[in-house]
Each structure stands twice: as structure tokens, then as C-alpha cells.
């Protein structure tokens, strides 16, 4: 198994560069997918940490409901999910 994950990283930029000449919506949909995971969770991180830091409580509240929705869980799996590399475990 070694030997192929060498080969896919010798390969990889090649193999990559074939599927988005020839399957375009698929690096549309790659890219879409990094996208929003790149900026989605820095961005919830940014907001959680701004609304630790006002001094009142209400907006701390606010940002827990939406955090802990059902919607909101259920959002974050699905990105985390789809939009993730698995790697093998050894």
C-alpha cells in the first residue's frame, strides 16, 4: 500500500490536471467544497471569539443557539464531512 500512496504523490498534479480538463465540474465542485471549509470555520472561530470578548452576556447566548441548532450541527457535519481528505489509517 506504501507503494501506491508514492506513486499518488508523484502522480498527483497530473492526475488532478486530467480530471479538470476532462471532468470540469468536478474542480468546480473541489474547489466550491475547499472553499467553504477554508473560510467557514476561521470565519465561526472569529465570531465565537469576538462574542466572548463583549461585555455582555446576551450576544453569547445568541451565538451558543445558533451554534448548538440542530441545522447548524447538521450544516457543519455535511461541510466537514464532504468537503474533507480522509486519510487511511496505518
Do not use: C
Request: proline share 4%; charged share 25%; no cysteine.
Amino acid at each position: 500500500m506504501d507503494a501506491f500512496y508514492e506513486w499518488l504523490k508523484a502522480h498527483a498534479q497530473d492526475i488532478l490536471a486530467w480530471a479538470s480538463d476532462k471532468i470540469p465540474v468536478l474542480a468546480t465542485i473541489a474547489l466550491f467544497m475547499g472553499t467553504l471549509r477554508a473560510f467557514f470555520k476561521p470565519v465561526i472561530a472569529a465570531i465565537g471569539q469576538a462574542v466572548k470578548e463583549t461585555p455582555t452576556d446576551r450576544d453569547d447566548k445568541i451565538f451558543d443557539q445558533v451554534t448548538t441548532s440542530k441545522w447548524f450541527k447538521v450544516f457543519a457535519w455535511l461541510l466537514d464531512f464532504f468537503a474533507s481528505v480522509k486519510n487511511p489509517t496505518k
